[in-house]
Nanobody, 124 residues
Framework: QVQLVESGGGLVQAGGSLRLSCAAS????????MGWFRQAPGKEREFVAA????????YYADSVKGRFTISRDNAKNTVDLQMNSLKPEDTAVYYC?????????????????WGQGTLVTVSS
């Protein structure tokens, strides 16, 4: 069992920035690919970004490419999502997830563990 705890969500003006962080428990964090997903009210959960076990391969949704950056620190068992140039349509609950596949993937079904979610609200 992997426990994921998120932090960093909040309210921000359009054009601003936020940094989300996800802390993972256990001694096998470095063996997991990690991802971020988001879900707006009334909408399906959608992929945002993913990073491989080594941190060397990243994958982004087209909607956030160039604005968001995913990174991981295996020594600290954390994965971060730096969000810049935020737009109102970025408003959603953001979820951290871990996959035992070791690769970066945008498929939610490939992830085995999920955080509780943290709300990001971008005002216009």
């Amino acid at each position: 069992q992997v426990q994921l705890v998120e932090s960093g969500g909040g309210l921000v003006q359009a054009g601003g920035s936020l940094r989300l962080s996800c802390a993972a428990s256990g001694r096998t964090f470095s063996s997991y690919a990690m991802g971020w997903f988001r879900q707006a009210p009334g909408k399906e959960r959608e992929f945002v970004a993913a990073v491989s076990w080594s941190g060397g391969i990243t994958y982004y949704a087209d909607s956030v490419k160039g604005r968001f950056t995913i990174s991981r620190d295996n020594a600290k068992n954390t994965v971060d999502l730096q969000m810049n140039s935020l737009k109102p349509e970025d408003t959603a609950v953001y979820y951290c997830a871990a996959s035992r596949l070791l690769i970066a993937t945008g498929a939610a079904d490939d992830y085995d563990y999920w955080g509780q979610g943290t709300l990001v609200t971008v005002s216009s």
